[in-house]
């Protein structure tokens, strides 16, 4: 069983930055592709992005391509989002999640453990 926490959320204005984390419990999380999602109220949880267990491979959602990087550092069982650029429109509860499949898939339905999540809110 893996068990995630992410930390890293606040509020921040337009245009500035956040760093996630999420950090993992399991001793196989090198194994595993991470992504993070988002979600708004009403709405679907969406992909945000994801990278693969070796961390050579990585896929963004086209509304934050060129603004947010993911990455992970499998000795400390952690992988980040850095979130530049910020807009209103990034404002949501983000999630980690883990696929043991170890490939990066955009569909919740892929990932099998996921954080609690926490709150980004990007004031205009």
């Known amino acids: 069983q893996e068990q995630l926490v992410e930390s890293g959320g606040g509020l921040v204005q337009a245009g500035g930055s956040l760093r996630l984390s999420c950090a993992a419990s399991g001793r196989t999380f090198s194994s595993y592709a991470m992504g993070w999602f988002h979600q708004t109220p009403g709405k679907e949880r969406e992909f945000v992005a994801g990278?693969?267990?070796?961390?050579?491979?990585?896929v963004y959602a086209d509304s934050v391509k060129g603004r947010f990087t993911i990455s992970r550092d499998n000795a400390k069982n952690t992988v980040y989002l850095q979130m530049n650029s910020l807009k209103p429109e990034d404002t949501a509860v983000y999630y980690c999640a883990a696929s043991t499949s170890g490939l990066v898939l955009t569909h919740r339905a892929g990932y099998d453990y996921w954080g609690q999540g926490t709150q980004v809110t990007v004031s205009s």
């Open positions: 990278i693969m267990w070796r961390g050579v491979g990585t």
